[in-house]
C-alpha cells in the first residue's frame, strides 16, 4: 500500500516564476492537506481540499492555490514566486471521519533563486 | 502570534535514559494534541496522541501527558534508542463539528540519543 507521495522531490525556480506541486493521497484518503515548512520551523498549513474544493485556509496570500481532482490527488500552485516562498512543502492525507489522523509525504524542496 | 510552542531547540540524552519533550499551548479549544517525529529528507511521521479530555496515553516506549491547566504536555520515551534521533513536532487541531481541522505545529525539538 503506497503512502503519501509528491512529485517532484526538488525544484528550482527564478523569482517571478510559477510552479505546480503535485500530491498523491494514501490509498483511501479522500482528504489533502498542503504544508509549508520553512527552515527551523515547523510546518505551516496552506490549505485543505475535501470533495474537490478548498475546506480550510491559512495565512498564505491568493498566490497559493490549489485543486483536487476526482481521484483525490491535488496539485498546489504558487504564483509570482519570491525569495520567501523558498520552503519543503509537504502533503498530507487522512481519511474523513479520522479527523485527527494525518499522514504526510516526503515533501517537495523548492528553491527559488 | 505561536499558538503552540516547543521552547528548546534540541534535547541530548544517553541510550537507555528517559528522553522528555516538552510543549506549551495557548489555546483552550484545541481538540488533540499529536506528536511527529521527523527524519531527514522524510515527512513527518505520526507518533503518538492525545484528546484533550485525557491526561495520558501510552503506547510501547512512548507515553503523552497533558495538564490542561497548564497547558502543557510532554513526551516521554523510555527508555531512548539511537533510533529515535530525530526532530520531534508537537502539533494541535481544533475539530469542526466533525470537519477535521488543520494541524498547528511547533518548530520542533531535535533529540539526540548517544550510545
Known amino acids: 500500500d503506497a503512502g503519501v507521495t509528491q512529485s517532484p522531490t526538488h525544484l528550482i525556480k527564478t523569482r517571478g516564476q510559477q510552479v505546480t506541486l503535485r500530491c498523491s493521497p494514501k490509498?483511501?484518503?479522500?482528504?489533502v492537506s498542503w504544508y509549508q515548512q520553512a527552515l527551523g520551523q515547523g510546518p505551516q498549513f496552506i490549505f485543505q481540499?475535501?470533495?474537490?474544493?478548498?475546506?480550510q485556509r491559512g495565512n498564505f496570500p491568493d498566490r497559493f492555490s490549489g485543486h483536487q481532482f476526482p481521484n483525490y490527488s491535488s496539485e498546489l500552485n504558487v504564483n509570482a514566486l519570491l525569495l520567501g516562498d523558498s520552503a519543503l512543502y509537504l502533503c498530507?492525507?487522512?481519511?474523513?471521519?479520522?479527523?485527527?489522523?494525518?499522514?504526510f509525504g516526503p515533501g517537495t524542496r523548492l528553491t527559488v533563486t | 502570534d505561536q499558538q503552540v510552542k516547543q521552547n528548546s531547540p534540541s534535547l541530548s540524552v544517553q541510550e537507555g535514559r528517559i528522553s522528555i519533550l516538552n510543549c506549551d499551548y495557548t489555546n483552550s479549544m484545541f481538540d488533540y494534541f499529536l506528536w511527529y517525529k521527523k527524519y531527514p529528507a522524510e515527512g513527518p511521521t505520526f507518533l503518538i496522541s492525545i484528546s484533550s479530555i485525557k491526561d495520558k496515553n501510552e503506547d510501547g516506549r512512548f507515553t503523552v501527558f497533558l495538564n490542561k491547566s497548564a497547558k502543557h504536555l510532554s513526551l516521554h520515551i523510555v527508555p531512548s534508542q539511537p533510533g529515535d534521533s530525530a526532530v520531534y513536532f508537537c502539533a494541535a487541531l481544533k475539530n469542526y463539528g466533525g470537519s477535521q481541522g488543520n494541524l498547528i505545529f511547533g518548530k520542533g525539538t531535535k533529540l539526540s540519543v548517544k550510545p
Open positions: 498530507a492525507s487522512s481519511p474523513t471521519r479520522l479527523s485527527y489522523e494525518q499522514y
Open positions: 490509498s483511501g484518503h479522500d482528504t
Open positions: 481540499y475535501y470533495e474537490e474544493e478548498e475546506r
